[in-house]
């Protein structure tokens, strides 16, 4: 007999009786009012990286999509299963969202493959394989690049990847024709696990800058 992992029973405990009931009227309001989230993020479903806990959100503050290397692929109505486009469109033209995110993050397991596919072989029919495809080219030019090292690739590629899917997001007729009538914001962040920093994509440069931001108790 298969037993639910013991571990998630104790977490969703100390949720039931701990943060649940601390917001209860605020859940009770979302499940009789709906969801109206500002902003949604597309990050990777890397455990270590959650949106929620990076920015510290309440329940219903954001719309979270979550896929391997946080990609968006291209504008594609061909008929397919689209996951990742189709939480866009629901986003963009259900929800009404003021910002889109992309979050990338450091260490991404997806963007190792993505530079060295025989570290972890997938064969061609693999979903992952043809998913990682959508960096080919992107992943092929840092690696050919011989004066980075190593962990400057990975780096590298992960923050590409970010700009790649802001570009693929302006393929989408819903968000272009929004963000050209200044009612739609679209961003890009990279998270470092090992230091806990941000990253934040300059629009003008195409710049990750870390934003300037103090710790709490050295705040005037």
Request: overall charge negative; some cysteine.
């Amino acid at each position: 007999m298969t037993i639910f992992p013991t571990d998630l029973l104790n977490g969703y405990q100390d949720f039931r009786y701990g943060k649940f009931a601390v917001e209860q009227a605020r859940y009770q309001d979302l499940a009789d009012q709906g969801q109206t989230p500002a902003t949604m993020i597309i990050a990777c479903c890397d455990s270590r990286a959650a949106p929620e806990t990076i920015f510290s959100t309440r329940p219903g503050e954001i719309f979270v999509v979550r896929n391997v290397a946080n990609m968006v692929p291209p504008y594609e109505p061909d008929g397919e299963l689209h996951a990742t486009s189709a939480a866009l469109e629901y986003a963009v033209q259900v929800l009404k969202v003021e910002n889109i995110i992309v979050l990338g993050h450091g260490r991404c397991g997806g963007i190792k493959t993505a530079l060295d596919p025989a570290a972890e072989p997938l064969s061609p029919g693999d979903f992952i394989g043809k998913w990682m495809e959508l960096l080919a080219p992107a992943a092929a030019s840092v690696s050919d690049n011989e004066w980075l090292t190593g962990a400057e690739r990975q780096t590298a590629l992960e923050r590409i990847s970010v700009r790649h899917s802001i570009a693929n997001l302006r393929t989408f007729p819903c968000v272009s024709i929004l963000e050209g009538k200044g009612r739609l914001g679209l961003h890009g962040a990279w998270f470092d696990i090992s230091t806990g920093e941000l990253w934040v994509l300059d629009a003008e440069t195409g710049d990750f800058l870390r934003p300037d931001i103090k710790s709490p108790e050295k705040q005037d």
